[in-house]
């Protein structure tokens, strides 16, 4: 269901891990950055095929570690929720600065799969 190749499982399943953090945990946006999130959606949304699109946000240690995850802004259904986080967890990063963690906002474009019925032989 991702646009891009990522790998999948569920969000409960990181809720209780240390590296998992709540949206509630990051500061809320800026007025400014949830005017380019504004944006950034409605242009995506206008692409071909695609369906949904959420925001995940996260920060990377000097270590190149996940030391924060959260949805910033959810694409309206929690199991492509569930697969962009698990995706991002399974992304390798470059490490941040020594000492230091980098903020990363990103966008997510999930598709609409369409099941397509091949009768069996001889059917009609």
Avoid: M
């Amino acid at each position: 269901r991702l646009l891009i190749c990522l790998v999948a499982l569920p969000l409960t399943a990181w809720a209780g891990q240390e590296d998992f953090i709540a949206p509630s945990a990051f500061p809320p946006l800026s007025d400014g950055v949830t005017a380019a999130v504004n944006k950034t959606e409605a242009t995506l949304l206008k692409q071909a095929g695609v369906a949904r699109v959420g925001f995940y946000q996260f920060t990377i240690d000097d270590k190149g570690k996940l030391a924060k995850i959260g949805v910033a802004r959810s694409s309206g259904d929690a199991t492509d929720d569930d697969e962009a986080i698990a995706a991002i967890e399974a992304t390798p990063f470059d490490a941040a600065p020594a000492g230091k963690q980098t903020y990363h906002l990103i966008p997510i474009r999930f598709t609409a799969q369409e099941t397509i019925y091949i009768p069996p032989a001889g059917s009609k």
